[in-house]
């Protein structure tokens, strides 16, 4: 049952540590960190919540993304097949695995579509699209283009055919590959948003405002976003790092890589955040902006900037490549699935989830716009009811039963096995991630779940 069935003849590898932290950190840094986490750290009023989100990062999403690794690499398959390796042909535990497939597929539908809109802001910010345009403006060009029923859909089926570009040609000679060129453009253009941010004047009201705690902006509902947002960001829950864990060689220390991982996580969140908060701050804008910040807010500022035009084109590539390496992670779930279980080659499980997916996303996309009468449900869009069921449902739910999975049933023993590689490594802190997994854990996401759901 508790088999090691990679093939090493089959099955392919990571070819290096450095290949799975920029792989998996690929996953990892994506409009989550740029769109959303400088967005929700301006609602929360800025130091005081990158605080809690520190704290929850390193006490529920390193357990969390640690577990995932444990039973993606014992499991060594999709995963499905991981869960069904490790607990048994019919073990309820394999709901685990199926709906990580749901939330995976579900999450890239609307994923792509915001994707999409960063493509269109490339190339809106080359024609200069933004110059000499109020505020106003540029949110009614925002929401012009992203209710209307063409060009958002066009943008999203683009994006998603280098996505399933990349998926199409594999683990190694991809996704692999893709992540290697891709992560280090990343982490340039970011850091010459940075210097950029923080050489004009007026910049220290946005670096107070991100390094300088003020507790009483802080509210329990800000604990929460802080702990929801730690899952989406380290892309728990939805069985990637569960598949990427599978291509992790047997004597890779799991936890030392998990734990590089949230590091490189967490350093470019708090980059986009210093790339972006200084120059809000510098041209008087308010920090709280919401959704908006980073399409309609930053334009804006951008066209006031010395400069600011090539930093307008190099934002918005940084957030479409960010997304690029996020959303294969993304399909490779169900690819995986698909190739391994069902035993349909790769090169069509990719192309037809892929045009499933999509096909979800361009209905997500419509429902924000002409069509948004006919596709709300709920009381809810499309869109958003795609966004609340996976990030606020079967995230949580996934990220669970990853925990419950190897505090419970792989136990002790088998966790540390697998954490000291058969005994061969010395790992500190196993009784800590084990009690973590075992109850701290849990406990703090069946309260954020409750708290989604409006039930406590
Ligand atoms: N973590 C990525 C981000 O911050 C998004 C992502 C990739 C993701 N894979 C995921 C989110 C799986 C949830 C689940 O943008």
Same mark, same amino acid.
């Given at each position: 049952?508790?088999?090691?069935?990679?093939?090493?003849?089959?099955?392919?590898?990571?070819?290096?540590?450095?290949?799975?932290?920029?792989?998996?950190?690929?996953?990892?840094?994506?409009?989550?960190?740029?769109?959303?986490?400088?967005?929700?750290?301006?609602?929360?009023?800025?130091?005081?919540?990158?605080?809690?989100?520190?704290?929850?990062?390193?006490?529920?999403?390193?357990?969390?993304?640690?577990?995932?690794?444990?039973?993606?690499?014992?499991?060594?398959?999709?995963?499905?097949?991981?869960?069904?390796?490790?607990?048994?042909?019919?073990?309820?535990?394999?709901?685990?695995?199926?709906?990580?497939?749901?939330?995976?597929?579900?999450?890239?539908?609307?994923?792509?579509?915001?994707?999409?809109?960063?493509?269109?802001?490339?190339?809106?910010?080359?024609?200069?699209?933004?110059?000499?345009?109020?505020?106003?403006?540029?949110?009614?060009?925002?929401?012009?283009?992203?209710?209307?029923?063409?060009?958002?859909?066009?943008?999203?089926?683009?994006?998603?055919?280098?996505?399933?570009?990349?998926?199409?040609?594999?683990?190694?000679?991809?996704?692999?590959?893709?992540?290697?060129?891709?992560?280090?453009?990343?982490?340039?253009? &970011?850091?010459?948003?940075? !210097?950029?941010?923080?050489?004009? %004047? =007026?910049?220290?009201? $946005? @670096?107070? /405002?991100?390094?300088? +705690?003020?507790?009483?902006?802080?509210?329990?509902?800000?604990?929460?976003?802080?702990?929801?947002?730690?899952?989406?960001?380290?892309?728990?829950?939805?069985?990637?790092?569960?598949?990427?864990?599978?291509?992790?060689?047997?004597?890779?220390?799991?936890?030392?890589?998990?734990?590089?991982?949230?590091?490189?996580?967490?350093?470019?969140?708090?980059?986009?955040?210093?790339? &972006?908060?200084?120059?809000? !701050?510098?041209?008087?804008?308010? %920090? =709280?902006?919401?959704? $908006? @910040?980073? /399409?309609?807010?930053? +334009?804006?500022?951008?066209?006031?900037?010395?400069?600011?035009?090539?930093?307008?084109?190099?934002?918005?590539?940084?957030?479409?490549?960010?997304?690029?390496?996020?959303?294969?992670?993304?399909?490779?779930?169900?690819?995986?699935?698909?190739?391994?279980?069902?035993?349909?080659?790769?090169?069509?499980?990719?192309?037809?989830?892929?045009?499933?997916?999509?096909?979800?996303?361009?209905?997500?996309?419509?429902?924000?716009?002409?069509?948004?009468?006919?596709?709300?449900?709920?009381?809810?869009?499309?869109?958003?009811?795609?966004?609340?069921?996976?990030?606020?449902?079967?995230?949580?739910?996934?990220?669970?039963?990853?925990?419950?999975?190897?505090?419970?049933?792989?136990?002790?023993?088998?966790?540390?096995?697998?954490?000291?590689?058969?005994?061969?490594?010395?790992?500190?802190?196993?009784?800590?991630?084990?009690?973590?997994?075992?109850?701290?854990?849990?406990?703090?996401?069946?309260?954020?779940?409750?708290?989604?759901?409006?039930?406590?």
């Amino acid at each position: 049952m508790d088999s090691h069935n990679r093939d090493p003849q089959k099955r392919p590898l990571f070819s290096s540590r450095l290949s799975i932290i920029t792989v998996a950190a690929g996953s990892a840094i994506g409009l989550g960190n740029i769109w959303k986490f400088p967005y929700i750290t301006g609602k929360n009023g800025g130091a005081a919540f990158i605080i809690v989100y520190l704290c929850c990062i390193a006490l529920i999403g390193l357990p969390v993304l640690i577990s995932d690794f444990i039973i993606g690499r014992r499991g060594g398959g999709s995963v499905v097949s991981s869960f069904r390796a490790l607990a048994g042909e019919r073990s309820p535990w394999l709901f685990g695995g199926f709906i990580a497939l749901f939330g995976s597929a579900t999450v890239l539908s609307f994923y792509g579509v915001v994707a999409g809109w960063s493509l269109e802001y490339v190339v809106k910010a080359a024609s200069n699209a933004f110059s000499g345009k109020t505020p106003a403006e540029v949110g009614t060009m925002f929401n012009d283009f992203v209710t209307s029923p063409v060009a958002p859909i066009v943008c999203q089926l683009v994006f998603m055919s280098i996505t399933a570009g990349v998926v199409y040609a594999g683990v190694k000679k991809g996704i692999e590959a893709f992540s290697k060129v891709m992560m280090p453009v990343l982490v340039g253009i &970011i850091v010459l948003l940075c !210097f950029r941010s923080i050489t004009l %004047p =007026g910049a220290e009201g $946005g @670096l107070a /405002f991100l390094f300088k +705690p003020d507790f009483s902006k802080l509210s329990a509902a800000g604990v929460l976003d802080a702990l929801g947002h730690a899952f989406f960001t380290l892309s728990l829950g939805v069985g990637t790092m569960i598949t990427y864990g599978s291509y992790i060689d047997k004597d890779e220390h799991l936890a030392a890589t998990a734990v590089q991982i949230c590091i490189a996580d967490t350093v470019i969140a708090l980059l986009a955040g210093i790339a &972006i908060f200084p120059a809000v !701050f510098a041209f008087g804008v308010a %920090p =709280g902006q919401g959704p $908006g @910040l980073v /399409f309609v807010t930053l +334009p804006n500022i951008f066209a006031q900037m010395p400069g600011g035009y090539v930093f307008c084109i190099l934002f918005f590539l940084l957030l479409a490549v960010a997304a690029l390496t996020s959303s294969i992670s993304m399909l490779e779930v169900s690819v995986a699935y698909a190739s391994e279980d069902l035993g349909i080659s790769r090169q069509r499980a990719t192309l037809v989830l892929a045009t499933l997916i999509s096909l979800v996303g361009v209905v997500c996309s419509l429902s924000m716009g002409k069509y948004q009468e006919q596709l709300t449900f709920f009381g809810k869009n499309v869109f958003d009811l795609a966004d609340f069921a996976v990030s606020n449902v079967e995230m949580p739910i996934g990220g669970a039963i990853s925990v419950l999975f190897v505090g419970w049933m792989l136990k002790r023993r088998k966790a540390e096995d697998e954490l000291t590689c058969h005994g061969n490594i010395t790992v500190p802190f196993v009784g800590a991630f084990v009690f973590t997994a075992k109850y701290l854990a849990p406990v703090a996401i069946a309260i954020v779940f409750l708290h989604s759901l409006g039930l406590i």
